[in-house]
C-alpha cells in the first residue's frame, strides 16, 4: 500500500453482490488497477433475492449489457410492481406499481384533485388510473414508450431473475475485463499495526494476498468489516419484527404473471417470484410467534406445483452495519446490513452502494473525510427504506394473530411518524435526503391500507367538479384501451425470444 492511492482491490465472496462489484469496477477503472475476488465454492450463497426495482435496468444498461442478453442467460421475467394480498385486512389486496396515477388537472397536481373528487361523493378506485396497474391485473405487458408526451402512458418496469444465473453471467463479464478470480477459503487476516487497515488475507489454497481496498462481500457474518475491524451493526428489530425466512422452488403451476406477490400471513408474509423455469417462494416470519418447522409446513401447504428443492431456513437481524466503509474495507450487500425484502431493495441497496465506493473513491484515493459522508448518506438511504417498510406493517389493519397486534401497536421512528401526520393532514408528502420511494409509492401504501388525508391541497371551484369528473372518465377510458392493446406477458417474453 503506498499511502492511500489505490493499486489492487480484492473483493471477498461471489454471489450477486461480489460481481456485481467486480463487473462495475472492471468497468469503470479497466486498466488502472488491479481487481481479484476471492471466492469458495464449499460456501453457499444465499441467493433467494429474485425480484428487483427498476434501477437494475439503469445498472445494466451502464454495463452496456442487453435486456435480451441479460434475460436470456437469467431466466427473467418482467416486473410492473408488486401485489399485496391480505395486508390491510384479509381477503383485501391492493398493489404498488413502478408508475404514477393519472394526468395533471390544468396544472393541478391529479392526486390532490382525485381526493377533492373524492370527498365531494366521488366513487372510483385509485388503482383505476395507473396503467401499470392495470396491465398487471390483466398480465399483460408492454415497454413504456419512452418517446410520449401522455401521463397516463408512464411507467417504469424491472425484472424477476435467477441470482445465481446472474452471479455467472457477470462474472463471464467480469473475467474478459481482467477481474481475477480465486478459488479459496479465508484462514486469517492481517491488519497493518500502524493505522489498522486490513494488510492482507490467507487462503486456505494459498499464502497472504495484499490489497490496498477490500470489499467484503461475504454476506450475513461480514468477515472482514465485522469480525475482523469490529464495525458494530444497529439492530431495527424493535420495528420490524421478522427475523427468520425460508425459501424454497418450485414449479410453475400457471401462466407468468408481471409482478411479485406478497401474501401476508399469521406471522409475517409470503413472497411469489414467477421465472421463466420456475417460481421463487418464501415465508418471512418472526420467531416468537411461529417456530420454524410450523413456517416450513407453512410454506410447503401454500406452493403450488411440483417442488424443486427443499425449504432452508435463513436467520437475520434487521439493521445496518454502523459503518458500510471502515478504514480500507467495503461492504456490500448482506455484509452491509439488511432490510427484508418486502419491496424488492436488496439487490439495489448492492447497486447503491457500489455507485457509493465509485463515487467517493474517484481518484482512486482513500479518504477520510469521503469515507465519512459515504457513511453517512448510506445510512440516510437505510433509514429511508426501513421507514417504508415499517409503514406496510404499522398500518396494517389486521387483528387476527399477536404477531399483527404487536406490528399495529408499535412505535415508529420519528421520521416516519412525522410523514404519516404530514399525509393526514392535508395529502403532504414530508421529503428527507436519500429517499428511494417518491410520492407515488407513498401514495399506492396510504391508498392501499385505506389512510385518507383530512383535505385536499387542490381547492378546485365547486363548479369545476363535473367538468374534473368527466375528464377523471376520459382518463380511465383511455387507460383501459391502452391495456387491451398489450399482449399477455408470456406472449411477449415469446415475441423478443427470450423463451
Not at 48 to 53: D, F, I, N, Q, R
Not at 56 to 64: P, S
Not at 85 to 103: C, E, I, T
Not at 379 to 385: A, S
Request: glycine share 8%; charged share 20%; with cysteine.
Amino acid at each position: 500500500m503506498s499511502g492511500n492511492q489505490i493499486h489492487k482491490i480484492t473483493i471477498v465472496g461471489g454471489g450477486t453482490a461480489g460481481w456485481m462489484a467486480a463487473a462495475k469496477l472492471s468497468q469503470q477503472f479497466k486498466d488502472r488497477v488491479r481487481i481479484q475476488l476471492v471466492e469458495s465454492e464449499a460456501i453457499g450463497t444465499v441467493g433467494v433475492g429474485e425480484a428487483t426495482v427498476p434501477s437494475m435496468r439503469v445498472f445494466n444498461r451502464e454495463l452496456n449489457v442487453s435486456e435480451f442478453d441479460f434475460m436470456k442467460a437469467t431466466n427473467a421475467t418482467f416486473k410492473l410492481g408488486i401485489e399485496f394480498k391480505n395486508w390491510y385486512q384479509l381477503n383485501h389486496a391492493f398493489f404498488h406499481p413502478f408508475g404514477g396515477y393519472g394526468a395533471p388537472v390544468g396544472g393541478l397536481n391529479f392526486y390532490q384533485c382525485w381526493l377533492q373528487l373524492c370527498k365531494s361523493g366521488y366513487k372510483s378506485n385509485l388503482e383505476d388510473f395507473c396503467l401499470c396497474i392495470q396491465l398487471a391485473k390483466q398480465n399483460r405487458f408492454a415497454q413504456p414508450d419512452i418517446e410520449s408526451e401522455t401521463w397516463l402512458s408512464r411507467y417504469n418496469y424491472a425484472y424477476h431473475f435467477d441470482a445465481s444465473l446472474y452471479a455467472a453471467f457477470l462474472r463471464r463479464y467480469a473475467e474478459e475485463r481482467g477481474v481475477e478470480r480465486i478459488e479459496g477459503k479465508v484462514t486469517h487476516v492481517s491488519l497493518h499495526p500502524d493505522n489498522g487497515f486490513i494488510k492482507s488475507i490467507t487462503l486456505d489454497t494459498q499464502g497472504e494476498i495484499e490489497a490496498d481496498l477490500f470489499v467484503d462481500c461475504s454476506g450475513f457474518r461480514g468477515l472482514l468489516i465485522e469480525q475482523t475491524l469490529k464495525t458494530g451493526y444497529e439492530d431495527w428489530s424493535e420495528w420490524l419484527h421478522c427475523d427468520r425466512a425460508v425459501a424454497m422452488q418450485s414449479v410453475n403451476h400457471s401462466e407468468l404473471t408481471p409482478y411479485t406477490r406478497s401474501t401476508a400471513l399469521a406471522a409475517g408474509w409470503q413472497w411469489t417470484i414467477p421465472l421463466q423455469h420456475r417460481t421463487g417462494n418464501g415465508y418471512v416470519y418472526c420467531s416468537r410467534h411461529i417456530s420454524d418447522d410450523e413456517a416450513i409446513a407453512t410454506l410447503r401447504n401454500n406452493v403450488y406445483g411440483e417442488h424443486l428443492t427443499e425449504p432452508r431456513v435463513i436467520k437475520f437481524v434487521a439493521g445496518i452495519r454502523k459503518k458500510f466503509w471502515n478504514k480500507n474495507c467495503v461492504a456490500l450487500g448482506l455484509a452491509s446490513g439488511f432490510i427484508e425484502p418486502l419491496e424488492s431493495t436488496s439487490i439495489s441497496l448492492i447497486q447503491t452502494g457500489i455507485d457509493k465506493l465509485l463515487i467517493f473513491l474517484g481518484d482512486l484515493l482513500i479518504d477520510p473525510e469521503r469515507i465519512e459522508e459515504a457513511n453517512r448518506v448510506n445510512e440516510l438511504e437505510y433509514q429511508r427504506i426501513r421507514d417504508f417498510i415499517i409503514l406496510h406493517y404499522k398500518a396494517s389493519q389486521r387483528d387476527d394473530s399477536q404477531f399483527w397486534r404487536d406490528v399495529r401497536h408499535m412505535s415508529v421512528p420519528e421520521t416516519l411518524q412525522a410523514k404519516m401526520n404530514a399525509y393526514k393532514l392535508n395529502g403532504s408528502f414530508v421529503k428527507y435526503e436519500q429517499e428511494s420511494f417518491l410520492d407515488a409509492s407513498w401514495i399506492s401504501m396510504y391508498n392501499g391500507f385505506n389512510i385518507i388525508p383530512d383535505s385536499s391541497q387542490a381547492n378546485l371551484p365547486s363548479e369545476d367538479l363535473p367538468k374534473v369528473n368527466e375528464l377523471f372518465n376520459k382518463m380511465r377510458a383511455a387507460i383501459r384501451n391502452g391495456v387491451s392493446y398489450a399482449p399477455t406477458h408470456s406472449k411477449f417474453l415469446h415475441e423478443m425470444g427470450i423463451m
